[in-house]
């Protein structure tokens, strides 16, 4: 009887030590454990013991060897992606979001800039009215973009990538008036940007990302600046600068993407100008002539941003043994 006894026990522990999974990592020890959930990300799963914990952890796909489950059966991760289940050659589109494939984005975006008028535009302005006119203008204007980015590591959390961005700022982008309209200040700027920038991924569905990009800035500033009674056309006055920017990209599919950015520009513009009437002489605009010759500088500094969304496609890159 003893023994029946002792044999039916061995048998129990055998089945509770037995009913469990045990997830094998890359760096670490072997995990037991209950599986909960699984996808093509991470694996979900309770840590085994009784009574049964609340707690849920997760462990990523990409950190799993193997898997073997409480029924017998044993899944080999270490194949995982390496081998195709057929020999058909997979399109850009079914590459997205591998290291075999690049994404380019077209995208529109709502930006404001908050421009620093501590330049000697404003001391100009105060000269020929005498009083102390503040200098504003619309602050609102739309980038057009260009993006092309990849992956960097098999992990998948790193992105690369570079953006030719287009901004028409508005015609008033800079405005002031006197009080009779005699005077007058209207200048805009058409920016080129080229841009690199760094992301990496927020979350375990790697879809968001936080993003540094820094970036060449070269502009065009023209418009008028009319003192009573001549009316001076200012056109490709011509400066160079660069922005740094901080932000988050959203996937949120393989076609769409948000994009959102805080930033600082830094540019300022020296003024000449054209007489008007004339298609030869060109001469400049003096902030104080009769005490010095410091030409009038524009500048285009100050914080913005932007919120944006992009329409992407892929194209294939061959990158030996890339997943």
Same mark, same amino acid.
């Given at each position: 009887?003893?023994?029946?006894?002792?044999?039916?026990?061995?048998?129990?522990?055998?089945?509770?030590? %037995?009913?469990?999974? =045990?997830?094998?990592?890359?760096?670490?020890?072997?995990?037991?454990?209950?599986?909960?959930?699984?996808? $093509?990300?991470?694996?979900?799963?309770?840590?085994?013991?009784?009574?049964?914990?609340?707690?849920?952890? /997760?462990?990523?796909? /990409?950190?799993?060897?193997?898997?073997? &489950?409480?029924?017998?059966?044993?899944?080999?991760?270490?194949?995982?992606?390496?081998?195709?289940?057929?020999?058909?050659?997979?399109? @850009? $589109?079914?590459?997205?979001?591998?290291?075999?494939?690049?994404?380019?984005?077209?995208? !529109?975006?709502? @930006?404001?800039?908050?421009? +620093?008028?501590?330049? +000697?535009?404003?001391?100009?302005?105060?000269n020929e009215n005498g009083i102390n006119n503040p200098i504003g203008g619309n602050t609102t204007y739309f980038p057009i973009s260009l993006k092309m980015n990849f992956l960097l590591g098999q992990s998948g959390r790193n992105w690369m990538g570079d953006e030719l961005q287009l901004i028409f700022t508005p015609d008033d982008a800079i405005y002031a008036s006197n009080t009779s309209g005699s005077n007058e200040i209207k200048l805009k700027s058409f920016y080129y940007n080229i841009i690199l920038y760094y992301g990496h991924t927020l979350n375990h569905k790697k879809n968001i990302a936080g993003i540094i990009e820094?970036?060449?800035?070269? @502009?065009?500033?023209?418009?008028?600046?009319?003192? $009573?009674?001549? =009316?001076?056309?200012?056109?490709?006055?011509?400066?160079?600068?660069?922005?740094?920017?901080?932000?988050?990209?959203?996937?949120?599919?393989?076609?769409?993407?948000?994009?959102?950015?805080?930033?600082?520009?830094?540019?300022?513009?020296?003024?000449?100008?054209?007489?008007?009437?004339? /298609?030869?002489? &060109?001469?400049?605009? &003096?902030?104080?002539?009769?005490?010095?010759?410091? !030409?009038? %500088?524009?500048?285009?500094?100050?914080?913005?941003? /932007?919120?944006?969304?992009?329409?992407?496609? &892929?194209?294939?890159?061959?990158?030996?043994?890339?997943?």
């Open positions: 009887m003893k023994t029946q006894i002792l044999l039916l026990s061995f048998l129990l522990l055998s089945g509770v030590v %037995s009913a469990q999974d =045990t997830i094998f990592v890359k760096n670490g020890r072997p995990i037991p454990a209950t599986i909960v959930e699984k996808n $093509n990300i991470e694996i979900k799963y309770k840590r085994f013991g009784a009574p049964e914990p609340a707690a849920i952890y /997760s462990v990523f796909i /990409s950190d799993i060897t193997s898997i073997h &489950y409480k029924d017998g059966i044993v899944a080999d991760y270490t194949l995982q992606g390496k081998a195709e289940t057929d020999n058909r050659p997979k399109t @850009a $589109n079914e590459l997205a979001g591998t290291m075999r494939a690049i994404k380019i984005s077209f995208g !529109l975006s709502g @930006a404001t800039f908050n421009r +620093n008028g501590s330049d +000697n535009l404003m001391l100009f302005w105060k820094p970036g060449l800035d070269l @502009a065009f500033m023209s418009g008028l600046i009319k003192i $009573n009674p001549n =009316t001076y056309d200012i056109s490709g006055n011509f400066g160079a600068g660069f922005h740094l920017a901080l932000g988050a990209d959203w996937v949120i599919s393989k076609r769409l993407l948000a994009s959102a950015r805080v930033g600082q520009r830094f540019m300022t513009i020296k003024e000449s100008h054209k007489d008007s009437g004339s /298609s030869t002489d &060109y001469s400049s605009l &003096y902030v104080n002539p009769s005490v010095n010759d410091d !030409l009038v %500088s524009v500048k285009w500094t100050g914080p913005y941003a /932007s919120l944006g969304l992009c329409w992407s496609f &892929y194209a294939k890159l061959k990158i030996p043994n890339a997943q």
